[in-house]
């Protein structure tokens, strides 16, 4: 049960963050959960967002580079511990974590993105630690 | 030891070098005629003969040779003599389309030796100097042609190469070296590192460096010669007509004198092929006098300097020429590397890169650095950090092996880089070398 991501190229200068936020905004686009990613030259902003395909091409016409990307988002207890009870199930299933980072916290339920390289043999795993996976039906409901 | 390496011919009267010349040329255009069919249907084409050759008056008269002939010859096109009569070959670092292949009988490096031997002696050497030869060993020439000449002065001879400059100091110390050859930028990196160990030119007994490879200007010479306590001597020469030692500077720092025995000098306009009157300034061009093994008639180097016959201090009565002003072409020369635009955008191409992007070449501490930007396609983003590093990566390592030095890579959103209508600025040399 993958979640589409939306991953944005965008330079590590001035303004430039503030330049893609705002052309979503006047396209009415509401981000749900959002994760920067950067080094001295570049960022990857990493989006979780309704209509995916819709922000993807408003992106696309302002001339961002972009690409979509299948997500997990494993929702575990809010607790002490959260995140190492899915990185340890992960690390049993031998799958390689490339990043993590959280959608919200609702009812003391932590919701986090959890982008992997195989997402079956990671669901699978975590399903097998009693970890629930949820999708897209949910995560906008929140 | 005399201030001469060879004062027969480095102080004979201007009328005596221009007959000497006039008897090689002949000799050598016959020698090229009967050996180099490449340059021998150039000649034909042109209709012009050995016969036509009489004096050095006669030089423009013959094909010019460029860059592009020594490609479409390479490797044995332009040879002038049996492979079995050669003894060694040293090429230019480029290795794809650039690459430049020289031989050399035993004649011709003892040539190429001597020439180097007098760049050594008129920057004071003797035999009871110890002569740290820091410039690279193996095919680019620097190494190879300072430490034969260092040899032929009878210098104590420290085959160092380039590099671990921690060591070059210690042998400095321990040995008391008194003459350094490499490229000044590597010049400018001993002279830091002198001061980040704590130690000052009074430390070591360097008098004097013999520098080339590179542009390098006036201010720098003056920060070297500062660093390392000496005087700072410049060396000029290409791969093509042997390596270091084409001329060198003595005491006077006014220019490099040619040694005009072994090199027939022109300036022309590049734009015509046109010889320019002595003084004007235009591309120098060669022609060899001597050589066996690759002899090049009237060879287009590109560089743009000015020649003078004017009087120097120090006796030599071989023409000067200045330090070169600038390219006619888009050559860069960095870290001692020639490097040409079209080499980078080849490989960006191979790697499916667009074909936009832009050279940055600065110089940090006294070293070189190369920045290449370039634009990603929707193709080759992905999500991680990871995965563009890794692209830039190996990018960088395609480059590596193209020009044979490291470059950096930045990979950059589409359209950032700068469209120009018309001639598209691919390159920005931030180093000002040239005035």
């Known amino acids: ?142 | 030891m005399s201030k001469y390496y060879q004062p027969e011919v480095e102080t004979m009267s201007v009328e005596d070098i221009k007959a000497l010349q006039s008897e090689k040329l002949v000799k050598q255009v016959k020698h090229v005629y009967e050996n180099v069919k490449y340059y021998r249907d150039l000649m034909d084409e042109k209709g012009v003969t050995p016969d036509d050759i009489k004096s050095i008056d006669d030089l423009y008269k013959l094909p010019f040779l460029t860059k592009a002939d020594l490609r479409d010859a390479y490797p044995y096109g332009l040879l002038g003599t049996d492979l079995k009569n050669c003894v060694r070959i040293q090429s230019t670092s480029g290795t794809t389309g650039r690459r430049v292949v020289a031989f050399y009988t035993q004649k011709d490096v003892d040539l190429w030796e001597e020439c180097c031997a007098r760049a050594i002696v008129a920057a004071g050497g003797t035999n009871g100097d110890v002569c740290q030869v820091a410039y690279g060993y193996g095919l680019f020439t620097g190494g190879p042609g300072l430490n034969g000449g260092s040899h032929k002065v009878g210098c104590l001879t420290l085959p160092m190469s380039s590099g671990n400059t921690e060591r070059q100091i210690q042998f400095m110390q321990d040995l008391h070296s008194t003459i350094i050859c490499c490229t000044p930028s590597y010049a400018a990196y001993i002279g830091e590192t002198l001061k980040e160990m704590g130690l000052t030119p009074d430390d070591i007994d360097l008098k004097a460096g013999i520098f080339g490879a590179e542009p390098w200007t006036e201010e720098m010479r003056r920060d070297i010669e500062k660093s390392l306590g000496i005087k700072a001597y410049d060396i000029y020469g290409l791969t093509e007509t042997s390596g270091p030692g084409v001329s060198f500077e003595c005491e006077e720092q006014t220019g490099m004198h040619i040694n005009e025995d072994h090199f027939l000098a022109e300036i022309i306009d590049p734009e015509t092929g046109e010889v320019l009157p002595e003084g004007s300034k235009g591309e120098l061009v060669f022609t060899s006098l001597d050589k066996e093994a690759f002899p090049l008639l009237r060879y287009r180097t590109r560089d743009i300097c000015v020649l003078s016959r004017k009087k120097c201090s120090c006796g030599r009565t071989f023409i000067k020429m200045s330090k070169p002003m600038g390219r006619s072409d888009d050559m860069m020369i960095i870290r001692g590397v020639n490097v040409f635009p079209s080499q980078i955008e080849t490989v960006l191409i191979k790697e499916g890169y667009s074909s936009n992007y832009l050279i940055e070449v600065d110089r940090e501490h006294n070293t070189d650095t190369l920045d290449i930007y370039v634009e990603l396609t929707p193709e080759q983003f992905s999500d991680t950090v990871k995965g563009i590093s890794a692209r830039e990566k190996s990018l960088a390592g395609a480059i590596k092996i193209m020009l044979g030095i490291n470059p950096k890579v930045h990979l950059v959103a589409p359209k950032t880089i700068t469209r120009s209508e018309g001639k598209a600025v691919r390159v920005v040399d931030k180093r000002k070398l040239h005035d």
């Open chain 1, 1 to 142: 049960m993958a979640v589409k991501q939306i991953s944005v190229f965008i330079q590590n200068k001035k303004g430039r963050l503030a330049k893609v936020s705002r052309l979503l905004a006047d396209n009415n686009i509401y981000i749900r959960a959002l994760s920067i990613a950067d080094t001295q030259d570049f960022g990857i902003l990493r989006l979780i967002c309704e209509d995916v395909e819709n922000v993807n091409s408003v992106l696309k016409e302002a001339g961002y580079l972009t690409t979509i990307t299948d997500v997990l988002v494993a929702a575990v207890k809010d607790d002490a511990g959260a995140l190492a009870i899915i990185a340890e199930a992960l690390r049993d299933a031998d799958v390689s974590i490339e990043y993590v980072y959280e959608l919200a916290t609702v009812d003391n339920i932590v919701y986090l993105v959890v982008r992997v390289d195989d997402n079956k043999v990671a669901a699978a795993a975590l399903a097998g630690a009693g970890i629930k996976t949820v999708g897209e039906d949910v995560i906008f409901k929140l």
